[in-house]
């Protein structure tokens, strides 16, 4: 019985489509550890989920960025394995978070090493985080990016 249920998750785990490395929750609107920074918004007029990311460390220098289904597991890519060389944005649609709520930042030194599923880190959110800012107009929504990041960054380096 033992050796059929460890055979079962074994063969579950080798099947799953997940990507490799440390996998850390990212629970609030602004993430910073482990060498990466997360900050989530809403922009109301356009009804969209803002995320700025960024690395201060070189083994996360290329991002990829999937929403979840995580009843069905079924995913969904957001941003094809990609340099992240400075920070990005990566704008979603609020409306998707009800399919795919769950979203997935996987990190790797290189988009090669993304792509073959090796990501050194993956952090990830169920839903948009609670605490996320809504904000009305661009002028506002990159002032708050600016600000949030530049006090982000001296604690990216430290774990969450």
Excluded: K
């Excluded at 460890?6 to 550890?33: I, K, N, T, Y």
């Excluded at 083994?59 to 995913?75: I, N, Q």
């Excluded at 009800?98 to 090669?112: D, G, Y």
């Excluded at 661009?138 to 982000?152: D, H, N, V």
């Amino acid at each position: 019985m033992r050796r059929g249920l460890a055979l079962g998750l074994l063969l579950a785990l080798a099947a799953s489509p997940g990507r490799a490395g440390e996998m850390v929750h990212g629970a609030d609107s602004a993430f910073a550890g482990r060498g990466a920074v997360v900050v989530w918004a809403v922009q109301r007029t356009t009804d969209e989920v803002v995320l700025r990311v960024a690395a201060v460390d070189p083994a996360l220098g290329a991002l990829t960025v999937d929403s979840v289904d995580p009843f069905t597991e079924r995913r969904v890519t957001r941003l094809v394995p990609s340099p992240l060389i400075e920070p990005r944005d990566l704008r979603l649609p609020r409306a998707g978070f009800a399919e795919h709520p769950r979203t997935e930042l996987s990190f790797a030194r290189r988009p090669e090493d993304l792509a073959r599923g090796g990501a050194t880190l993956t952090i990830y959110f169920s839903g948009v985080p609670d605490t996320t800012p809504e904000l009305s107009n661009e002028a506002m929504l990159a002032q708050f990016l600016a600000g949030a990041l530049r006090q982000l960054l001296p604690r990216a380096g430290r774990a969450p």
